[in-house]
């Protein structure tokens, strides 16, 4: 099997190091590929530090990978060499349990196989991720990058962009629905350009006033402050959905409260602690506290060919592979523009 340079973590608490992984040789129906970019996931430092339990080390992150196909298993017909292609947060599942069918590996009865922090189905070795410079990767799970997106924009698609995408497509939303926005980060940032191009009237709600400006400019109609209790009178019963992205402890009820009747609340960040929510403020209106994962493989790729027609893609800070315990600091922070993402050439310069 070829070694391949990677960053990995070896244990919860030590930075990610230089490492060096084996990829194996595409087999049947496999596809190899060099890649070109990977997008830096919030989830990747929950997973990395452990903070969800069940961490495998030493672990390689990574689970928005752009790059070129390199090599071809036997049988493998959707890709040719040369190919600009997508791995994103699932490389296997079972393939045959009704959710499957359906195209939705993600709930895959049996467990959707992670591309990186989880096992490979038939033999157990750990998977590893895209903060590396190769992957081996069934080409049923692979998706074909259009044209006319920037690479490094395109990566964190595969993981922020139909986390959010598919929610707005599953419930519904469309041309003069209200949606209101919760947090302007990596999520947030593609939930307002989404939103705003299937025609929805767009309003960001966030803590910082500092991020007034930017929610506009990518295309928001209204920006809130949430840090002004006023903010919650004003704005009751306003809204057909709200998109909450944030991962911090927040008070669902009072996101609640500006929903319409038969309004849907859609949850996409994941709190560490639970969070309570009164029973009244779902009765009272008939409205809905629902929750969403990523998409399947067919979803993610329509999210791609909507990308590619409505001329959206990620706003992104490339980073060198050997500044990634900076970017993870600086995530923390709040300090990125709204996606961190690596450039792998830089393994070549790393030291």
Same mark, same amino acid.
């Given at each position: 099997m070829p070694t391949t340079p990677a960053y990995a973590a070896t244990s919860a608490t030590s930075p990610l190091a230089p490492f060096t992984i084996e990829r194996r040789e595409p087999r049947a129906g496999e596809v190899q590929i060099d890649i070109l970019y990977c997008g830096v996931c919030h989830s990747d430092i929950h997973q990395a530090r452990d903070e969800w339990g069940g961490s495998i080390f030493p672990m390689v992150p990574g689970h928005e990978i752009v790059g070129r196909v390199a090599r071809l298993g036997d049988a493998a017909q959707r890709f040719k060499v040369g190919d600009i292609v997508g791995v994103g947060c699932f490389v296997d599942s079972c393939r045959a349990c009704a959710h499957c069918r359906a195209g939705e590996e993600q709930?895959?009865?049996?467990?959707?196989?992670?591309?990186?922090?989880?096992?490979?189905?038939?033999?157990?070795a750990p998977t590893y991720g895209g903060y590396s410079t190769r992957i081996t990767v069934d080409e049923k799970y692979v998706l074909r990058i259009p044209d006319g997106i920037p690479l490094e924009r395109a990566a964190p698609l595969l993981c922020a962009g139909i986390t959010t995408y598919s929610p707005l497509?599953?419930?519904? +939303?469309? @041309?003069? $629905?209200?949606?209101?926005?919760v947090g302007l980060g990596g999520l947030g940032h593609m939930a307002v350009k989404f939103a705003v191009a299937m025609g929805a009237q767009v309003t960001v709600l966030s803590t910082s006033e500092n991020k007034r400006a930017d929610a506009l400019a990518l295309g928001a109609h209204h920006f809130a402050a949430t840090r002004d209790t006023d903010t919650f009178k004003q704005l009751a019963g306003r809204f057909d959905f709200i998109v909450d992205s944030v991962s911090a402890p927040h008070d669902y009820n009072a996101y609640l409260g500006l929903l319409k009747v038969d309004g849907t609340m859609i949850l996409l960040g994941v709190p560490v602690e639970p969070s309570p929510v009164a029973a009244g403020a779902l009765i009272m209106r008939r409205r809905r506290l629902a929750g969403s994962l990523i998409g399947g493989i067919r979803e993610t790729q329509e999210m791609l060919d909507f990308?590619?027609?409505?001329?959206?893609?990620?706003?992104?800070? +490339?980073? @060198?592979? $050997?500044?990634?315990?900076?970017?993870?600091?600086?995530?923390?922070?709040?300090?990125?523009?709204?996606r961190f993402v690596i450039d792998s050439a830089s393994f070549g310069q790393a030291g």
């Open positions: 709930f895959c009865d049996v467990g959707m196989v992670a591309t990186y922090n989880s096992r490979e189905r038939d033999s157990g497509r599953r419930f519904g +939303v469309k @041309a003069g $629905d209200e949606v209101a926005v990308c590619a027609e409505h001329g959206i893609a990620s706003d992104v800070e +490339v980073i @060198a592979i $050997d500044q990634i315990n900076t970017a993870y600091d600086r995530m923390l922070k709040g300090d990125v523009h709204y």
